[in-house]
């Protein structure tokens, strides 16, 4: 779903869904990079089943990254893809299932989206060359220098579209990269590889529901698979839970606000194109040695803990005294529509929901009053009850009217808080604050006994009203002053600066920039009226085609939930407006939907091309079909505009607006390319048609052998997996044309990287398990499926009963903490003595700096977890002096005492040293015990697993305890 | 809709009932009653040039008068615009069909919106958004002043501009007015700041048989404003004299900008020579070849956008 503010908002609001990722770094020895093996234990003491991937938000970050230089060409490319892929396996490591999803074409009701997208991304790369080309004049006029443009082709991202040439290639490239890995990754060994590429319809994530539903629905699907699903969209949230899965993961990339990017003429990193003044480049470091580093850090990953989120919800959405008896699992259903209401890619959200106003919490609290009175749950199984609906909207309808006066009051505050803030900031020339009260400085060693911190809130507050009184002073004598040079004139007011009148006013502090003008003006009366004039072109008195949009608007919405929950019913069906009713207007729309059209079918690659292609991009398309595009007298001209319009509609950029593009006309298309059918090439034949899903295996895998008998005996029907083989796996296998076979050489389709002389991959064509026309996936917990562990503090914790609550970090609860061994110890105590006398306390934020991790081997939960993250206060520590002894047997000097922050200081600072000193003690019992027993065990391979496992084994009874050898050990003060 | 021509195509509807069917079944099923009024009318129109369309079947020829019905709503209504080869068939075959102006489409589009921005345009708002007031010094007398604004810019691109060798026509002119300027502050006791600028500009290029022309624009009417200049009031005045730009100049009104502009001017008088040369700087969002009046100074800080561009059109 195209809405970034969804993850924004549950990662504020649910913050312990989110747990960072562990990655083992490959090490390098003597310029050799040694391979990790990721058949070791996962780092993060969690074991994952399957991992699927949305590739699509693989490629095109890695296609045409937005925080580095672009790959040169296609095959830096293809290899930047490998090691983004890679690069999660590491972190995840997959013990069964690697699912690989390509975009293929998508439902109609899709294409308008990425008609947008496209046409704005063409629009886009035209403009930027353009400014380019300008900026690169302007600055070798004054004499600037700039790096030689490399000669490269622009790569137009549009060709991440299923059909093109690109996308073909791409499959060939993953086939012998999974080949490859396949053959030589030890990881890789016992995994089954699933590749869907952009040949077989439906979006990725789509793809890969459908895997997982159609799964879940034969007898031998394993209840507690662990699922890993990357990608970065929202909606995949939306899927996980929609799946019912118990264990469900979610990797993702951090999301890291305002990263610098490099500017596109000279790659260096600080300003923007607008701004390049083709200066050379700075050295970077005494000897430019860190030349080619880049100053941000690598992008990380974590993971998002359905199984959390579920929780949460089940906190927030349980209900007493029901009409009806209480179900989580349909509660979550219809949290997962009201979701829809707020935004998805394939219908505008209402005008009146907002995420960022909170419209999801207005929906439930609506949603739990409602509830009473409908009598039962919104949806079932993906299907829509259209009269409850109706009166979940009805009721948001009744708040319409107050949502849109407040979004206009809290704008213009908003607008107000910011200009008081500039004037703030030009105001603050004198100290923001005056140091004193508790924090003032104080005398080391002086007679005060220090005193903990109390309400440094409060003292924070003091200190800043009296920097203020110190502004007010300032600015009192200022103003007595221009009283007595202008004689009776009265200043306005201090809080007025004077500068400001002069006649050479800056035109920095006038307010805003030039807004858009809004038309509708949503806060005052009137506004549904003139909503419907501006944005659909009809007066109030229309009825009939206000009815006509809620009607689509209704079908859309049972359209996108059976999409998620049953998968696609209708390939035609699409939203034909670009704006959406108010939630008011959904009046009587029970009667508005039956059912969809049966039996459509997907566009074919090229025709689908043809339908969201500008036609700046027709150069990925045959001659024929292209001059459609351009030719005055086409057929289909009008689906091609050069340029078009785009309502802000109340928005500030014009990313965020709507693209006012007109829809294609399916008939239209398909006739227009019926004449130039007979121009395709064979080869483009072959790209036009639809593809199947592959599986792949290693030699090692039992179903190997059963998928080279097959080739064997060239069966050319459907064989159906022996369940047995494969972790309770279902499908039909067909027999491959193209196969990869073992012990057969895979050609590289990249330059860049070798030949695999001996692959011992197997490939074979893969169809999920079919059902009857008319089966409905149920949307239920499956029979045997263990829940995880809780993880959130239950809400009638006491401390009495069992101590201070300690939140969880990781998936493990029982995690063990970060121990140094003795010798660490001694190199550690090395460098404090060495470093004590210059520097005191300034070493210990340095050697804080690189290391993540407060106590825990997973990074602090930095961004997601602010505030709510509280260190475990320890109800006895031990004498101070004492531990320390223990810690270092060599006797520190005595002057060390100051040098240690205060124990008492609780928060950060102290916390790490005594922390450390404490666990000392321990850590050697750890590493005795170590030596007798636990040293082996993980060394070994883990014990093959086979399908029904206790699912505690992830949580607590896997014993991998203690951390391989190998990990980075993270400390901080 | 004008209420004429659609009575027109209502009566001949009925009078041709078979056709009104066959043409009500080509209504979109997301498409306004107005548009599609506006719609039916160019498909009836235009259905002659189609000899082949027989109602009640599709065909080639009707899905082309279908498309280029398209194109013509949704230039109007949705506001896309198509390559020109395109935009000149439709507008010819829509001769005569007339639209409320007020059911146009109002959206800005894309290249409209960016282009106003940090971005250079792809296509430039046109006179709507600046609109500009253009006056003449207050004693144009010379009949040698080249100078002619017209009231609303031209909104063809600008593509003429001056020639190569005018900065040396131009040359002679201000080597004079050079020094007119320089006798003329020696008189008024040096350069400073309570000069009358503009008074001082106005009689030395006078004297020397040419005019200074001002243009004022309102602040806000300025489209490539530098991103962190937000203010909204106030005249910005511009002087050129014989096509050449000499100054730019801010002020609360009218008066005041033109004397910082003039100040301005005089402020390259200062130097030992004034050199008349070709530069580059922005005219309504697009960057055009001018001619400036520069001191021998380098010049650190690019050109303030141009206000007025005299070397379009009748130049």
Redesign the interface.
């Known amino acids: 779903m195209g809405v970034p503010a969804f993850f924004r908002w549950l990662s504020r609001k649910y913050p312990s869904i989110i747990v960072n990722c562990v990655e083992e770094k490959s090490k390098e020895c003597n310029g050799v990079r040694i391979p990790i093996d990721t058949s070791k234990p996962n780092p993060n003491e969690v074991e994952f089943d399957n991992l699927y991937l949305d590739m699509n938000g693989i490629i095109h970050p890695c296609t045409h990254p937005e925080d580095k230089p672009a790959p040169k060409n296609e095959d830096e490319m293809m290899v930047a893809i490998f090691e983004y892929i890679d690069r999660l396996f590491n972190i995840v490591r997959p013990r069964r299932v690697l699912y690989m999803a390509i975009d293929g074409v998508a439902p109609r009701a899709k294409m308008n989206q990425q008609r947008s997208r496209r046409f704005r991304a063409s629009k886009e790369a035209v403009e930027l060359a353009d400014e380019k080309q300008r900026m690169r004049e302007d600055i070798f006029q004054r004499g600037g220098y700039l790096p030689p443009e490399e000669i490269k082709e622009r790569f137009d991202s549009n060709c991440i579209t299923p059909g093109t040439e690109f996308m073909d290639n791409l499959a060939k490239c993953l086939r012998y990269y999974i080949a490859d890995r396949l053959t030589n990754d030890p990881g890789w060994r016992n995994i089954t590889v699933f590749l869907s590429d952009a040949s077989v319809p439906g979006e990725g994530e789509h793809k890969i529901m459908d895997f997982i539903r159609r799964q879940r629905a034969q007898p031998n699907h394993d209840p507690n698979t662990h699922h890993c699903l990357c990608g970065a969209d929202a909606d995949l949230i939306m899927l996980g839970l929609a799946t019912h899965e118990p264990n469900f993961t979610i990797i993702r990339e951090e999301f890291k606000p305002n990263k610098p990017r490099p500017c596109a003429l000279c790659g260096q990193i600080g300003h923007e194109l607008k701004d390049c003044q083709g200066v050379a480049r700075e050295k970077r470091g005494e000897h430019d040695e860190f030349a080619d580093t880049i100053p941000t850090s690598e992008q990380e990953f974590i993971f998002l803990r359905l199984s959390v989120l579920r929780e949460y919800l089940e906190r927030e959405l349980t209900m007493a005294s029901l009409p009806f008896p209480f179900n989580f699992e349909r509660s979550v259903d219809d949290w997962v529509f009201m979701c829809f209401f707020v935004g998805n890619d394939f219908l505008p959200h209402l005008p009146s929901l907002e995420i960022r106003e909170g419209a999801i919490d207005r929906l439930v609290s609506i949603y739990k009053d409602v509830v009473h009175k409908t009598g039962g749950y919104l949806t079932e199984n993906g299907f829509v009850n259209l009269e409850r609906v109706e009166l979940i909207m009805q009721a948001v309808g009744v708040a319409e009217d107050n949502i849109f006066k407040k979004r206009k009051d809290d704008e213009e505050n908003f607008k107000k808080r910011m200009k008081e803030k500039k004037k703030r900031l030009k105001a603050e020339q004198g100290p923001a604050f005056l140091l004193g009260g508790q924090f003032a400085p104080q005398a080391l060693g002086g007679r005060d006994r220090p005193i903990p911190v109390q309400n440094a809130r409060h003292t924070a507050f003091d200190m800043r009203m009296e920097g203020n009184r110190y502004q007010q002073n300032k600015n009192a004598a200022e103003s007595l002053r221009a009283t007595l040079r202008n004689g009776s004139k009265a200043p306005a007011g201090p809080s007025d600066g004077m500068d400001n009148r002069g006649l050479k006013r800056k035109a920095e502090d006038s307010d805003s920039e030039p807004e858009p003008e809004d038309n509708v003006r949503l806060w005052e009366d009137g506004w549904k009226q003139r909503y419907y004039k501006n944005k659909f072109d009809v007066d109030e008195t229309d009825e009939e085609f206000r009815k006509k949009v809620v009607k689509s608007y209704v079908e859309g919405l049972c359209w996108v939930l059976r999409y998620y929950y049953q998968g696609c019913a209708s390939w035609k069906w699409y939203f034909p407006f670009h704006y959406a009713p108010f939630a008011s207007d959904f009046k009587d729309i029970k009667d508005m939907f039956k059912d969809f059209e049966k039996g459509t079918m997907p566009f074919k690659p090229l025709e689908q091309l043809m339908g969201v292609f500008p036609a700046a991009s027709g150069n990925f398309l045959p001659t024929t079909w292209r001059a459609l595009m351009t030719d005055p007298d086409s057929s289909i001209i009008d689906f091609y505009p050069d340029d078009f319009a785009i309502d802000l509609n109340g928005k500030k950029y014009a990313w965020q607006g709507v693209a006012l593009l007109p829809f294609v006309d399916e008939r239209r298309l398909r006739a227009a390319l019926t004449k130039v059918y007979p121009d395709l090439t064979t080869e483009e034949g072959r790209r036009n048609s639809l593809g199947s899903d592959v599986v792949f295996v290693g030699k090692s895998h039992p179903l190997c052998d059963f998928i080279i008998e097959l080739y064997r005996s060239e069966s050319c029907e459907g064989t159906e997996i022996p369940p047995e083989l494969c972790h309770g796996i279902q499908g039909t296998l067909n027999l491959d044309e193209e196969p990869i076979l073992p012990d057969k050489p895979v050609e590289s389709p990249v330059p860049l990287l070798r030949d695999i002389p001996c692959s011992s991959a197997v490939g074979i064509k893969f169809k999920d398990p079919q059902f009857e026309e008319r089966h409905v996936f149920k949307a239920v917990v499956l029979p045997g499926a263990k829940m995880p562990n809780k993880v959130l503090k239950p809400g009638d914790w006491h401390r009495s009963n069992s101590g201070p609550w300690k939140p969880q970090l990781g998936f493990n609860p029982n995690r063990q903490q970060v121990h140094l061994d003795q010798s660490a110890f001694r190199t550690l105590g090395h460098h404090v003595n060495s470093h004590q006398q210059g520097s005191g306390q300034h070493n210990q934020p340095r050697i804080g700096q690189h290391v993540g991790g407060q106590y825990s081997n997973a990074p602090p939960p930095s961004v997601y977890h602010q505030g709510n993250y509280r260190p475990p206060l320890r109800k006895d520590p031990p004498p101070f002096q004492h531990s320390r002894q223990h810690g270092f047997p060599r006797a520190p000097p005595p002057s060390h005492q100051q040098q240690y922050p205060r124990p008492q200081r609780g928060g950060h600072g102290g916390h790490g040293w005594d922390r450390a000193m404490q666990a000392q003690g321990t850590a050697y019992q750890h590493n005795v015990q170590r030596g007798h027993g636990g040293q082996g065990s993980y060394h070994q391979q883990p014990p093959r697993r086979d399908d029904r496992r206790p699912q505690e084994g992830y949580n607590s009874g896997r014993g991998y305890a203690l951390p391989p050898p190998t990990r980075r050990y993270n400390w901080s003060s | 809709m004008a209420e004429g021509s659609g009575g027109d195509v209502s009566e001949f509807l009925s009078q041709n009932p078979h056709l009104a069917q066959w043409v009500e079944s080509l209504k979109?099923?997301?498409e306004?009653?107005?548009?599609w009024l506006a719609r039916r009318e160019f498909v009836l129109r235009n259905r002659e040039v189609f000899p082949t369309i027989r109602p009640g079947t599709?065909n080639?020829s009707l899905?082309?008068l279908?498309?280029?019905s398209?194109?013509w709503a949704?230039h109007v209504?949705?506001?896309?615009?198509?390559?020109q080869?395109?935009m000149d068939?439709v507008n010819e075959m829509a001769e005569g069909i007339t639209v409320n102006e007020a059911?146009k489409?109002?959206?800005?589009?894309?290249?409209e919106?960016?282009g106003k921005?940090?971005?250079?345009a792809?296509?430039v708002s046109d006179g709507e958004s600046c609109s500009k007031k253009s006056k003449t010094g207050p004693s144009d007398t010379d009949g040698k002043a080249v100078e002619r604004n017209s009231g609303r810019p031209v909104a063809a691109p600008v593509k003429s501009g001056p020639s190569p060798g005018a900065p040396a026509e131009h040359q002679p002119f201000f080597n004079r007015l050079y020094k007119a300027v320089a006798w003329k502050l020696v008189s008024a006791g040096g350069f400073g700041p309570n000069l009358d600028h503009f008074e001082i500009l106005r009689t030395c290029v006078e004297s020397c048989k040419a005019s200074v022309s001002c243009v004022f624009v309102p602040l806000?009417d300025i489209p490539d404003?530098p991103?962190?200049?937000?203010?909204?009031?106030g005249q910005v005045c511009e002087l050129r004299c014989q096509t050449v730009y000499m100054g730019t100049g801010?002020?609360?009104d009218e008066c005041?900008a033109r004397a910082m502009a003039s100040k301005e001017a005089l402020k390259i008088f200062q130097g030992r020579k004034v050199t008349v040369k070709l530069s580059?700087r922005r005219f309504r969002g697009q960057?055009v070849e001018d001619l400036v009046l520069l001191d021998e100074q380098p010049r650190r800080s690019t050109l303030p956008p141009a206000l007025s561009y005299p070397f379009q059109g009748d130049q």
């Open positions: 979109e099923h997301n306004t009653n107005k548009q599709t080639h899905d082309r279908l498309s280029m398209k194109v949704n209504f949705l506001g896309c615009r198509y390559p080869p395109v068939k059911d489409c109002v959206h800005k589009t894309r290249g919106i960016v921005g940090k971005r250079p792809v296509s806000k404003l991103a962190g200049c937000t203010q909204k009031e801010y002020g609360r005041a580059r960057d």
